[in-house]
């Protein structure tokens, strides 16, 4: 009985450890990194790219890929139509995103970087939207 606790400590970290590298379950079920991508890439705007993003998070640094293509996803809407002053803008709040968490250690610094970029790159799809004129009926 000597080794009951730590065995009891085992049992309980083994089946996290045996999980498989970069999985996630998102939507109801488990999905590789690639996979995740793929819905985000798959997602019809750029809201609901935001909503995978915050749904299938890994909280740590796997969440740049993932902050990637939901900043893909939104430029889109916007990036295109930017002049030079809004270009700088936008990768200037970009950098800032990188910048603020860039003297920190840990895994979890580098996902909450992706989402400050993905935010940034929201905020800018929203303002484009708006700016939009309507369809005409």
């Not at 916007?78 to 895994?107: V, W």
Request: hydrophobic share 40%; glycine share 4%.
């Amino acid at each position: 009985m000597r080794f009951g606790p730590s065995v009891a400590v085992l049992a309980i970290i083994l089946p996290f450890a045996a999980a498989p590298a970069r999985a996630s379950v998102c939507l109801g079920k488990s999905m590789s990194m690639e996979e995740t991508i793929e819905v985000i890439n798959a997602s019809p705007r750029c809201d609901r790219a935001m909503k995978l993003f915050e749904a299938c998070a890994y909280s740590s640094s796997g969440d740049i890929h993932l902050g990637a293509a939901v900043e893909r996803k939104c430029e889109r809407d916007f990036h295109a139509q930017l002049n030079r002053p809004q270009k700088s803008l936008y990768h200037s709040k970009m950098r800032l995103c990188d910048r603020k968490y860039q003297n920190e250690e840990g895994t979890m610094y580098r996902s909450f970087a992706a989402f400050c970029r993905a935010e940034v790159a929201q905020r800018f799809s929203h303002q484009a939207r708006k700016a939009a004129p309507a369809p005409r009926r």
